[in-house]
């Protein structure tokens, strides 16, 4: 059973930047894809990025590519979402989740997940 647990969220005005991350345990980070996705209020959970076990394959949803940066630290157990140029359109609960792959992940098809964090951007 893997644990993740989100950090990094907070209060930012657009155009600035925030970078989340996502600490691992109970098990090995490096088996298993992982991504991020995004839920604003009175909408559905979307994916926002997802990357390979080994970083090689990232995939990005078009609202963020050019703007956001995943990345993961497998010694560290950790996943990072850098984001830049933020908009109020990026407020959200930010989650971190871990799946067999990161095509997988796209696709919403993820094992665990964790509580998420709250990413708000103010105009």
């Known amino acids: 059973q893997v644990q993740l647990v989100e950090s990094g969220g907070g209060l930012v005005q657009a155009g600035g930047s925030l970078r989340l991350s996502c600490a691992g345990s109970g098990g090995t980070l490096s088996d298993y894809g992982m991504g991020w996705f995004r839920q604003a209020p009175g909408k559905e959970r979307e994916f926002v990025s997802a990357?390979?076990?080994?970083?090689?394959?990232?995939y990005y949803a078009d609202s963020v590519k050019g703007r956001f940066t995943i990345s993961r630290d497998n010694d560290k157990k950790m996943v990072y979402l850098q984001m830049n140029s933020l908009r109020p359109e990026d407020t959200a609960v930010y989650y971190c989740?871990?799946?067999?792959?990161?095509?997988?992940?796209?696709?919403?098809?993820?094992?665990?997940w964790g509580q998420g964090t709250q990413v708000t951007v103010s105009s």
């Open positions: 990357i390979s076990r080994n970083g090689g394959v990232i």
């Open positions: 989740a871990a799946g067999d792959s990161a095509a997988n992940i796209r696709t919403g098809r993820s094992y665990y």
